[in-house]
Structure formats: C-alpha cells, structure tokens
C-alpha cells in the first residue's frame, strides 16, 4: 500500500510536469493528452482501486485487473470534466473555456485541430499556437469550433471505448453487488451533469 501511495505522488508529480511542457509547447498530441490525464488524474482512481484490493487480500493478478479498471474510470472522469469546459452551466460552477485561458487544450479540440482541414482549421490552430494570452472572443471560437467539428462526439466516443474496456476487466470476476456497483460507479461518471 505504502509503495502504492508513492508511485501515486511521483504519478501526479509527473502529470503536473507534462501538462505545463504541453501547454508551453503548445503540443497538439492525443497520445500526450492521454498520457497526461493518465498520470493527473487516472492515478488516483488506479492507487485507490489498488489500496482496496490490497487491504482485501486480492491476488496480485486481481490487484493488478482492478488497478486498471480504476485507471479507465479516471480517465473517462478527466474526459467528462474536459467536457464541462465546452459548456455554459452555472451547476458546475467551472467558467467556460478556463482550461483553454490555463493553456490547456483538452481532447474535444485536439481531435478537432488534428482532424480538421481547411483554412478556418489553419486560423484555429494559429489561434492556438499564438504566444499571446488566448482573448474570451479566442476561447469561444476555439470552443466553437471543436463542437462544429465533432470533438464533443469523438470524446462521447472515445469514454464508450474505455467504458467497454474498463467492463471486460470485471468479467473475470463472478456476478455480484460489488460488480454491479463498480459498473454503475462508471456509468454514473460518463453520463454525469456536474
């Protein structure tokens, strides 16, 4: 537990680290996004699944199994949250675009930037790659356009995938509440409102 805890600091550590060189270098990567939220916030969800199944006595192979299933819940959490960036809502309590004026580019616009084509997607990615602070006009037309170009449905996508994922890792297991609530607990953070 105690080894856990420790790889969880160097973890978070890390992830801080990367986010503030992406962010400076304005890396326009989903495998670097990834590997971001990975070490920010998915640590946690995959130290704390661990920590459990240690405290029960589960098998090293289950430690590990449940380990990853934590880390596919934090990740499906982060890509939710980035989500909430997209939108108006005084629930929340999050400003709109304030991980894009923190120079965070989140995965809705990524996949806009890297899959969009044109003119309109050049003046988007010099938008981003400027050295200037981003203006609130900047942000809602940088928000704007990731939703016009299917970043919010490519993120819906994506938490599906690691949803399945995440559900194949517990069918090893026999059917049991536990099951049901850890698949519940996953279901509830994807369809989420605040």
Do not use: W
Not at 17 to 31: G, K, M, T, V
């Amino acid at each position: 537990i105690v080894s856990c805890l420790g790889v969880l600091g160097r973890d978070l550590a890390r992830g801080e680290i990367d986010q503030l060189s992406n962010a400076r270098n304005h890396l326009l990567d989903e495998n670097a996004y990834f590997e971001v939220i990975r070490r920010k916030t998915a640590s946690l969800f995959y130290a704390c699944m661990q920590v459990g199944a240690l405290s029960a006595g589960a098998s090293a192979e289950d430690v590990a199994r449940l380990g990853m299933f934590g880390e596919k819940l934090g990740l499906c959490f982060q890509i939710k949250d980035d989500i909430f960036d997209y939108y108006e809502d005084k629930v929340i309590g999050k400003p709109t675009g304030n991980d894009l004026r923190e120079g965070k580019i989140t995965l809705p616009l990524i996949y806009a930037i890297t899959h969009g084509e044109g003119s309109e997607n050049e003046r988007m990615r010099d938008l981003l790659l400027s050295e200037e602070c981003l203006s609130s006009d900047s942000v809602h037309t940088l928000i704007e356009y990731a939703k016009t170009q299917g970043g919010i449905e490519y993120s819906y996508e994506t938490m599906g995938r690691i949803r399945n994922e995440a559900v194949d890792l517990l069918s090893v297991f026999p059917p049991s509440e536990t099951i049901d609530a850890l698949i519940a607990i996953l279901d509830y953070t994807i369809e989420r409102e605040k």
